[in-house]
């Protein structure tokens, strides 16, 4: 079954699917005008975080009326952020199709300890059947969920009268999916993800309705300080204007801000959204003239653009057990990984055995081009192996 090793190598083999790759042409000296040794609250700091959000405003198309603040720790503080500060005025569905949409569930029902909760899950590579989400309740879900490169098809599903709050993880669809703003009330994402900017800082967007329940409920809980968006019951209204509750790192804040010219140079969100389908499609045509692999998600309506999963189709190695077949596609990673033409592009942990592709719009088409035949080099490979493995 051995095939020939090929003969084009990516440019970059950065597949990950967070921390992703930076944008086409980034070096280090794109960074030499960080205010570095320089208080984030100093004029220049706090100029730099504005232009960082303006920027976000720009590109995304965020309406005027929602805010857009910097906030810590990655997407993970922000939808935390957003849990703990806007939840319990009223009943909670949460839609869970991957691992971090399932751990909302659990912040929400183990942590919050929230008692009417109503909790809408579906198997990786498929969805929830969106059309029976109750919006009269308060709504948790992933846009685009990472590990199971599965996404909501559009916001037809939320009311436009509805009656609760629309809280949506964003991370892995901003930049490359377009955003429904008038049906999302909280959106988060981190910088790490289709820009591929540096980790540990998150993005909060709030619509008026989010603001409104921010100064009229008061939590049951205690709220740790970084957590803390009202003050006297009134919105910080600093942190979205670049006074961040914690310090930053102007180093990050430079790279995001080069991240979002760039996206501006190319000609914005549309431009984004274009570089990510043309990367999909790519291996789209790959998997259909390719018998020992299948995309998770079945259905094309539901398939991301950013995070795509693949699964082993092959009959000898579906029929294995699961830890063989965790194996197997352990192995087929690591002989990528090993050649140097893909890095980190084995499943998420908690996901189906197979194999996780970003091509958010920072990774060149010709790079996934280039990485194909070599996923059918390393599949005959690892196959060859397969007593071993097994």
């Known amino acids: ?53 303006d920027l976000t405003r720009e590109v995304l198309k965020i309406p005027a009326a929602y805010r857009i603040g910097i906030v810590p720790a990655s997407d993970t503080g922000a939808v935390e952020m957003a849990l703990w500060s806007l939840l319990g005025a009223r009943p909670v569905t949460v839609l869970a199709w991957e691992s971090f949409g399932e751990g909302w569930v659990t912040d929400i029902t183990k942590q919050l300890k929230l008692k009417d909760v109503g909790v809408m899950q579906a198997p990786y590579g498929e969805i929830p059947d969106l059309r029976s989400v109750d919006m009269s309740t308060d709504v948790v879900f992933t846009w685009n969920g990472t590990t199971s490169g599965v996404r909501v098809p559009n916001a037809d599903w939320i009311a436009d009268d509805r009656e609760g709050l629309t809280i949506c993880d964003a991370t892995s669809a901003a ?136 699964k082993v189709a092959d009959p000898g190695i579906t029929r294995l057990p699961a830890d063989q077949q965790a194996a197997f596609a352990k192995s087929l990673a690591a002989a990528l990984e090993k050649e140097g033409v893909a890095y980190d592009i084995a499943n998420y942990r908690d996901a189906p055995a197979g194999l996780r592709i970003w091509c958010g719009a920072t990774v060149e088409e010709r790079d996934i081009e280039a990485l194909l035949p070599w996923l059918d080099w390393a599949f005959a490979k690892t196959h060859d192996a397969l007593p071993k493995v097994a």
């Open 1 to 53: 079954m051995t095939i020939a090793t090929p003969g084009l190598r990516p440019v970059i083999p950065h597949f990950s699917s967070g921390p992703c790759a930076k944008r086409p042409g980034w070096s280090l000296q794109v960074l030499t005008d960080a205010a570095l040794g320089r208080s984030h609250r100093s004029k220049i700091g706090k100029a730099k975080l504005k232009r960082a959000i």
């Open 175 to 310: 930049f490359a999916q377009p955003l429904d703003w008038p049906k999302l009330d909280v959106v988060t994402f981190s910088w790490q993800k289709v820009l591929g900017g540096e980790a540990a800082h998150g993005m909060l967007i709030l619509s008026p309705r989010a603001v409104a329940r921010l100064e009229s409920h008061k939590p049951a809980w205690p709220l740790p300080k970084i957590f803390r968006l009202t003050k006297g019951g009134k919105l910080i209204e600093g942190i979205f204007e670049g006074e961040t509750i914690n310090t930053p790192s102007m180093l990050c804040v430079e790279d995001y801000i080069d991240a979002l010219q760039w996206a501006k140079s190319i000609g914005g969100l549309k431009a984004l959204i274009a570089r990510a389908d043309a990367n999909t499609k790519r291996i789209a045509q790959w998997i259909a003239r390719t018998p020992w692999a299948e995309f998770l998600a079945r259905d094309p309506a539901i398939r991301s653009n950013t995070s795509v999963c693949l």
